[in-house]
């Protein structure tokens, strides 16, 4: 059988300022100087309880929650760009070709809607492991189960810098 051999050009890099994000980034620069690929770092804001579900059936008047949520929604994209500025430009300095993106909505059919949008040929996130030994995190599950590129998912043992 033939080798194959697949060209990574595009990183996907879910990224939320943990330290497993952290090192799931650093693995992604890390095969970026290696293979020259450009890394999209991708914060989520997750919108699915916003505002959160079992409190307002006890709520007459939610006229106030959308604005509520538009705010909090506004508050939180602005400290995400923040974030990941920083952190873009402390790695542009090492001549990484990076971008970021902030968006909203369930954070595992973003990531997958984007590493498709974006063509991503390699998406490197970090699992909170579930209390259960050994099982993903829902969100990492979910991605790896339905990106159209390969996953690679970083854990607090992969003894990453």
Known sequence: MEDMYIPIKKILVPYDGDEISDKALS????ISNALKAKIFMIYVIDTRFLPPPNMTKFIQDKSGLKN??????????K???KMLDTKMSKIKRKNIDIKFMVRIGSTAD???SLAKTENADLIIMGSQQMKKEGTLGTVSRKVSEEANCPVM?????????
Not at 68 to 77: E, G, H, W, Y
Not at 153 to 161: A, D, E
């Open 68 to 77: 509520a949520a538009d705010l909090l929604i506004n508050t939180l994209t």
């Open 79 to 81: 400290g995400a760009e």
């Open 153 to 161: 998912i970083i854990n607090k043992k992969s003894g990453l810098k």
């Open 27 to 30: 693995k992604a620069i890390e």
């Open 110 to 112: 973003e990531i997958v």
